[in-house]
């Protein structure tokens, strides 16, 4: 297992944003890129999760290519792609009229991954392992930061991803729920999880400790 980023280029109208970049990603460390703002991270993260297109270089999970030598796959190729990536926007992106039970349902009942029934004993379950069994009926505005952060991340653990990627995960969140996020960051690559963080937060760092590989976006104009 493991998501392959080879040769990758991207510019913005004539400024270089990352030039030739090669990076792994496997099961046995977790995956941090640390750096400065405006160094290019977001635009890393957007690109292996295809929101936003590369100028050439290459990106595969698990041997799934989304883009080979610049050219993009077929519709259907992309799409078994974006099944094995999970991703943790920043500000959670939660569905504000939604419970938090419905904001785990809606994309796999609509990718048809499984009966009501179904999906619901596994939302469950996935909320129980959060920490958050008794918030299924409530709206993401009654949650706190944390809270909402893990519904984010139980939400992209019901497609079965075979990476979750994390954008900024501790912006917002006070010193005591950091360790929290760090350790339930350890428990799901314990459990086998590939994980991807995208950070400028050095405390974040730390607390990963050796479990963590750390690339500096310095080294993406290399
Ligand atoms: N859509 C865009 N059009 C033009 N320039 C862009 C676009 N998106 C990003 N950039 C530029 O690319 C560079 C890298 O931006 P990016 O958001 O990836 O950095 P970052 O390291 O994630 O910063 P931050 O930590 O502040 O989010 C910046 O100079 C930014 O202005």
Redesign the pocket.
Known sequence: MSLKVEGISKK??S?L?IDNYDFEVTPEQITIVL?????????LLRMINNLEKVDQGSISIDGVLLVEDGVYKSSNDVKAYQHKIGLVFQDYQLFPNLSVLENLLLAPLSNQMGSREELIVKAKELLNQMGLPDKELMKPRQLSGGQKQRVSIARAMMMNPSILCFDEPTSALDEQTVAKVADLILQLQAQGMMILI?T?DRTLVELLGSRAQVIE?TSFLN
């Open positions: 913005f109208g400024n944003i750096g400065e703002s405006g160094s290019g991270k977001t635009t995208i400028h976006s």
